[in-house]
Structure formats: C-alpha cells, structure tokens
C-alpha cells in the first residue's frame, strides 16, 4: 500500500499506526456483533457507535498540527490526510446506516433530513467532510492551488456543525458531547493563540487548558439550565462530586495538562543529553591519560 509509505517509498511507522488505529473501532464493533452485544437495536447501536467515532476522528485530525507544533515533530503531520479520510468514512457510514434504518425509504431520509434541525445540520457536515475528502489527494492539491488551504479551513465550521450535531441528538445526557465540545474548544483556541504568536509557550498553553476547562464547565451548567430548568449551581457542584463519575470538565483539563507536561518532558530531552555528554567524554578522557 503505497500510501501508507512516505514520498520516497520507504515504510512509515506514523501512518501505519494510524491506519491500525482507525481500524480497531471497526475491529471492536464487529466483536460486539459476533458476541450477540449490541443490545435489541443493532443497528441503531451501530449508527450511534461510527458518530461517536467520526467526530473523535475528526477531532485526532484537528489535534495533529498542534501537536506537531508543540512537539517539534514534523513527522506527526504524516497521518492527518489518512485520519480526515477516515473521519469522512466513518460518518459516511454513519449516515448509511441511518439509511438502512429508514428501510432504504430515501423520500423519508430526506423529509428527516429536512424537517429536525440536528439531522440538517448533521447533513451539512456530511457533506463538507466529503467535499474535503474529495480534494485531498495531490493531483486536487495541485488544481486547486492557493484555493486548496482556503477550501480546507472549512473543516473548521464542519467541526462546529458536528458538535452541535451530536449535542442535539444526546438532548439531556450530553457527557460525551459537552466533553467533545472541551477538545474542540482547546484546539480552536490554540489555533487563535499560535496565529498571535508563532510560538505557543507552556505557561500559554496551561492558560488554554485552565480556559478550556473553566468554558466547558460553563456551557454544561447553560445547557442544563436553559433546556431542563435545573439550577445552576446543582450542575456546578456535581462537577465535584466524585463519587459517581469525573465530569468533562476534569478530563479537558487533564488532557489539557497532560500536553504541557508531555511537552516540557520533550523539550528537555535534549538538555539532559547534553548534560549527560561531558561527563562521558571526561571519563573517557580520564581513562586514556591513565593508561
């Protein structure tokens, strides 16, 4: 598979670990299915399990620039072209099965697609992922030209849409989507951050995680309170209680954290090398004016 290769033919860890990691969602589905998992709506279950996972797809795409930023690593930026593809298959699929589930009844998928706002919105970033899938190979780089990177910021907006997608469909039980929100929020900010400064410094990037967090906890207690009428500070105060779960508010922090410390550990690697020399050279110094 050459495209799994780099331009000069030789094998590439990075995509290949990422084509395998693409996979083990598909893998780990039809485990369930032959493991009678999938509970009385397979399908269904199935519809849902390829949404989750095209948007964290698409997310892991919108992670690999800053992250080859931050690490310094422009190896990291080799996948992205295969992750965004992935991403569109996935929720290609997604909306697929939703056809199977309608019975293949097309006039009844689009009058749904019309008439529920979620599935309209969805529909659009359905649509954008497969336009940028559609023109990311070389040849439509080349034609497209200066027009190519102005065309794939859409992704961008498709996020927004894809967000706003999944929270509409959850309706109540919005974990999962109030914690995609927080990722999408962190990588939207680095984006601001790193068009201001070419260089995105930890103590920046602690900021963001702090930011990201504090919004995301921010919306949960909105979105509670404007859709359901529950009191603010009940959902601000069950972001503390641990007993039952760590709301996303923890986990965006954590992962905003963990990418400053995985970042400052990289970073002083090469100190710790250079510490290291002079006392191997002098030892070996040592030892020859011995002998």
């Not at 992935?86 to 099965?97: I, T």
């Not at 997608?165 to 999408?184: A, C, E, S, W």
């Not at 995985?262 to 002083?268: C, E, F, K, T, Y």
Request: some cysteine.
């Amino acid at each position: 598979m050459a495209w799994l290769r780099q331009r000069d033919g030789s094998f590439c860890p990075v995509k290949t670990t990422a084509f395998v990691g693409v996979l083990l969602p598909v893998a780990w589905i039809l485990y369930r299915f032959w493991d009678n998992d999938l509970g009385p709506r397979p399908v269904t279950e199935v519809i849902h399990f390829s949404g989750d996972w095209a948007v964290r797809l698409l997310w892991i795409t919108l992670a690999v620039s800053p992250f080859a930023r931050i690490f310094r690593s422009g190896k990291l930026l080799l996948p992205r072209r295969l992750l965004g593809i992935a991403s569109f298959a996935y929720v290609f699929a997604h909306l697929f099965l939703y056809v199977v589930d309608q019975k293949f009844d097309l006039i009844t998928v689009a009058s749904e697609i019309v008439l529920r706002f979620y599935l309209t919105i969805g529909f659009v970033a359905v649509v954008g992922l497969a336009v940028l899938a559609a023109t990311s190979t070389d040849k439509m780089c080349g034609r497209l030209g200066r027009r190519w990177n102005s065309l794939h910021k859409l992704v961008y907006p498709i996020a927004i849409l894809a967000v706003i997608h999944f929270l509409l469909q959850r309706k109540n039980d919005i974990y999962q989507p109030t914690l995609m929100l927080g990722f999408l929020i962190w990588l939207l900010g680095y984006r601001i951050m790193q068009r201001r400064t070419r260089e995105v410094s930890l103590i920046s990037l602690t900021g963001l995680a702090i930011v990201s967090a504090a919004l995301t906890a921010v919306f949960e207690v909105g979105w509670y309170y404007f859709r359901t009428g529950v009191q603010a500070q009940h959902v601000f105060w069950a972001n503390f209680d641990f007993e039952y779960e760590f709301r996303p508010v923890w986990w965006v922090l954590a992962a905003g954290i963990s990418v400053v410390v995985a970042a400052w550990l990289w970073r002083i690697r090469p100190q710790i090398k250079r510490a290291n020399t002079p006392r191997a050279s002098s030892g070996a110094t040592r030892v020859q004016s011995a002998s």
